[in-house]
């Protein structure tokens, strides 16, 4: 079945630092990817997605390519702030399914 | 437009009892998924709801159901509770119709068993 494997945190770094949260994938064909932040106290939101390989979700300064040959979607950031901080899901929705695989989620914390 | 509403914000149960959640979808969403979310980990997928039926069920006991009224609303029911059902229970809306599904979520009930 599909899952979604995500880097243990919790991810700690200062302020302006260059941040990587990896995340790889196992499905069949070819599923659509997603980055969720959850703040603390909130539900998920949705962060970026790519929908084919190669494709470059981006959104507030949060950057993830989706890589088809290393089945995976890591999301990066050149210069982190205080207010990053908050739990990021990694997710994948498989063609013909309405049901998102989420990873366990990764904690960020910006220091300043 | 407002978003996803869910209540009670927070509640707290006792072992056996039953408790009831609601959400309202976001204006215009047809399709309700409710999620359960225990602590550490990412959202495990409970059941959809569309057309005021159940579409799809993911792997949770019959203990949990629920219901999609005619304005796309949403009840999730759990009986008998269990210390396990300690959660926090998120509600997202879709539109059916849409090419990508994606998913708004709303803030969550935070469910407490003792």
């Known amino acids: 079945g599909d899952s979604v494997t995500q880097m243990e945190g919790p991810v700690t770094l200062s302020e302006e630092a260059f941040l990587t949260i990896n995340c790889t994938y196992t499905?069949?064909?070819?599923?659509?990817l997603f980055w969720y932040v959850q703040y603390p106290g909130e539900g998920l939101q949705l962060l970026l997605k790519?929908?084919?390989?190669?494709d470059k979700g981006s959104n507030k300064g949060f950057e993830a390519t989706y890589r088809k040959e290393t089945t995976s979607f890591h999301l990066e950031k050149g210069s982190v702030q205080v207010s990053d901080s908050a739990v990021y899901f990694c997710?994948?929705?498989?063609?013909?399914?309405?049901?998102?695989?989420f990873g366990r989620g990764t904690s960020l914390i910006v220091h300043p | 437009d407002a978003g996803v509403t869910q209540s009670p914000t927070h509640l707290i149960k006792t072992r056996g009892q039953q408790v009831t959640l609601r959400c309202s979808p976001k204006?215009?969403?047809?399709?309700v998924s409710w999620y359960q979310q225990a602590l550490g980990q990412g959202p495990q997928f409970i059941f959809q709801?569309?057309?005021?039926?159940?579409?799809q069920r993911g792997n949770f006991p019959d203990r949990f159901s629920g219901h999609q009224f005619p304005n796309y609303s949403s009840e999730l029911n759990v009986n008998a509770l269990l210390l396990g059902d300690s959660a926090l229970y998120l509600c997202?809306?879709?539109?059916?119709?849409?090419?990508?599904?994606?998913?708004?979520f709303g803030p969550g009930t935070r469910l407490t068993v003792l």
């Open positions: 997202a809306s879709s539109l059916s119709a849409s090419g990508y599904n994606e998913q708004f």
């Open positions: 499905a069949t064909g070819y599923p659509s």
């Open positions: 790519a929908t084919k390989a190669d």
């Open positions: 997710a994948l929705l498989s063609g013909g399914s309405y049901i998102p695989t």
């Open positions: 204006s215009g969403h047809d399709t």
């Open positions: 709801y569309y057309e005021e039926e159940e579409r």
